[in-house]
């Protein structure tokens, strides 16, 4: 299998690269330290044509495969995650899912402004009672005349205190179990829907997580989204998807951490010395790069499987778990190369490990991605 770099997806790198170093460092610590949404970078992302890479371009899009999306995220994620997720959760969970199972009119009411940056999109499965069980829906749905009525609270949503798109799953029919499920398309100032309170968080500080309130809040029947018989199949088919661009942020967070700390260890001077030279400091830095490489190929292995149009579940969870150990790794080790420098926030290491934590957490846990290992792996 080759990875190789096409032309294209060099200059992106390149391109993202860039955009991350010139704009987003500047003021990283400062938008993790005061939680400050970064508005007018996801602003700029948009007309970089960021926020829908994968898109067709008859709707708005990049047209660009799913190796390049991994690079996208994983570039911006080096310098600041906050910003690899608000791309990922636009990118994977709601332009994705839009384009595979929307009519054109959703497609050409909504995916196109989410493709071009115009509006920004929110994915929202979990709630209160539900993270891992996400077949215990309590959120509900029940028809009125052309119109869905949703009740119920969603918790943990990315975007949501900023998004202008809502992908929402509610149950219709808690008899019928997983067959209940409905996915929704809500739009930002539908009467019942309320923004809840924006969380306050370890990590990935200047994202915006909040909950989601619905009282009786009415979309029409036009706004679901795909065969409304299967939409937990439809959340589960999206969540996928978006391993892999979790997986990427890891991937771009353990980076950001092995740089800061070669980095550092080149210029920081004990025993005479700089501490590069010192065999436990370059056993850190050798196993730092292991780690890194077998993340980025588990990565594209799954990447490569999802454009080829193979099932990529597995391929997914495990590219999605070895990279968010790697990015705690990664970062645990940067601290610890950087010594007492690496414990205060003058130095990005310290943010790198908080952020990383998330990657072990959203978009199904560890436990669940090994759960769906050992699963594809008792078929055979």
């Not at 969603?154 to 900023?162: H, R």
Request: hydrophobic share 35%; net charge neutral; glycine share 10%.
């Amino acid at each position: 299998m080759d990875f190789t770099y096409s032309e294209e997806q060099e200059l992106l790198r390149q391109t993202v690269r860039d955009f991350a170093e010139k704009e987003l460092s500047k003021d990283a610590q400062q938008r993790d330290a005061e939680e400050k949404f970064p508005k007018e970078h996801v602003k700029k992302m948009g007309e970089l044509g960021f926020m829908g890479l994968q898109v067709d371009p008859s709707w708005g899009g990049g047209g660009m495969d799913t190796v390049a999306y991994s690079i996208l995220i994983e570039e911006l994620s080096r310098v600041d995650a906050s910003l690899g997720v608000i791309a990922s959760v636009n990118n994977s969970l709601v332009c994705y899912g839009l384009e595979k199972y929307g009519t054109d009119a959703q497609k050409e009411k909504y995916l196109k402004p989410l493709a071009q940056g115009m509006k920004l999109g929110a994915y929202c499965l979990s709630e209160p009672g539900t993270g891992s069980d996400a077949s215990a829906l309590q959120s509900t749905c029940s028809k009125d005349g052309d119109d869905w009525i949703i009740n119920g609270t969603k918790n943990f949503i990315t975007n949501g205190t900023q998004a202008n798109v809502y992908i929402v799953f509610a149950t219709e029919d808690k008899s019928a179990g997983y067959g209940g499920v409905r996915c929704l398309i809500v739009e930002r100032d539908t009467p019942g829907f309320i923004i809840g309170r924006k969380e306050k968080k370890l990590g990935i500080r200047s994202s915006d997580t909040c909950s989601l309130i619905f009282e009786n809040c009415r979309v029409p029947l036009t706004n679901t989204l795909g065969d409304p018989e299967k939409g937990f199949s439809i959340a589960m088919s999206i969540l996928n998807k978006g391993r892999i661009g979790i997986a990427s942020q890891a991937l771009g967070i353990a980076v950001g951490a092995f740089d800061a700390a070669r980095d550092y260890a080149k210029e920081r001077v004990q025993f005479g010395k700089p501490i590069a030279r010192q065999q436990a400091v370059q056993f850190m830095l050798a196993e730092m790069d292991v780690r890194i490489h077998a993340a980025r190929y588990l990565i594209y292995d799954a990447a490569n499987r999802k454009d080829r149009g193979l099932d990529f579940t597995a391929a997914s969870a495990r590219a999605k778990l070895f990279a968010a150990e790697t990015a705690m790794y990664c970062a645990d080790k940067a601290v610890q190369i950087h010594g007492g420098y690496g414990y205060i926030k003058d130095y990005p290491v310290e943010r790198f490990l908080r952020d990383a934590k998330i990657t072990e957490i959203y978009e199904g846990t560890s436990e669940i991605q090994k759960i769906v290992i050992s699963r594809n792996a008792l078929k055979s």
